[in-house]
Nanobody, 125 residues
Framework: QVQVVESGGGLVQAGGSLRLSCAAS????????MGWFRQAPGKEREFVAAISASGLYTNYADSVKGRFTISRDNAKNTVYMQMNSLKPEDTAVYYC??????????????????WGQGTQVTVSS
């Protein structure tokens, strides 16, 4: 049974930083590309960042490039996202997702096979 647990969300002022973590179990984590998505109130879920199974390759949405960094520790079955210079428009529920059996990362939601429950990030102005 796959379990994905996100943590690290919270309330932060604009310009601040947060580090999200996502721990996965019940999967062969080191062979799965991982991604982060977010959904703001009243908006569709959107891609934020993704990382290949090896950790060598990453993709970012234009809106977060230069501010967010995705990384992973396969020994700990965990993927991270460091979020710096946060803006009020970054306020959303952030979801971690994995591509079972696929080493290459993807920006497409329907190419992910398992998801976490989400963690709230709120950035105040």
């Amino acid at each position: 049974q796959v379990q994905v647990v996100e943590s690290g969300g919270g309330l932060v002022q604009a310009g601040g930083s947060l580090r999200l973590s996502c721990a996965a179990s019940g999967v062969t984590f080191s062979t799965n590309a991982m991604g982060w998505f977010r959904q703001a109130p009243g908006k569709e879920r959107e891609f934020v960042a993704a990382i290949s199974a090896s950790g060598l390759y990453t993709n970012y949405a234009d809106s977060v490039k230069g501010r967010f960094t995705i990384s992973r520790d396969n020994a700990k079955n965990t993927v991270y996202m460091q979020m710096n210079s946060l803006k009020p428009e970054d306020t959303a529920v952030y979801y971690c997702a994995g591509r079972r059996g696929y080493r290459s990362q993807s920006t497409q939601m329907d190419e992910y096979h398992y998801w976490g429950q989400g963690t709230q990030v709120t950035v105040s102005s």
